[in-house]
């Protein structure tokens, strides 16, 4: 086999060992009692992101999708911060996630 074939290859092999090893961490998960509390989450600078799909190949929980830029689920994300490693552009960053907060005003009578 030529080496460009056989890189093609080993990539097509990588491509389904990641697509299996996320849907075997999303089955613990669900198994083990469901999502976790996550205290850190990516965060995605639209101005920096290329779109280039390397944080969306690297993420066990297939919390990151592409379109023109990369889209965060913060429901299947587990904080793990392997998008902000792999992103060339450093396009990426964790941050706690917001919390909104409704306020109640009350009247007295």
Known sequence: MKPKGELQSLRAMARALEARLSFLERRIRDIDGGPKPV?????IDPEKCLGC?????????????I?????V???????????????PQG???MGVPRIHYRR??????
């Open 73 to 87: 689920f913060a429901d299947r994300c587990v904080g793990c911060g392997r998008c902000v490693e792999v992103c």
């Open 104 to 109: 109640q005003i009350g009247r007295s009578l």
């Open 67 to 71: 379109g023109r830029t990369a889209q």
């Open 39 to 43: 205290f850190s989450q990516p965060r």
């Open 53 to 65: 799909g390397l944080c969306e190949g690297s993420c066990p929980a297939g919390a990151i999708v």
């Open 91 to 93: 396009a990426i960053t």
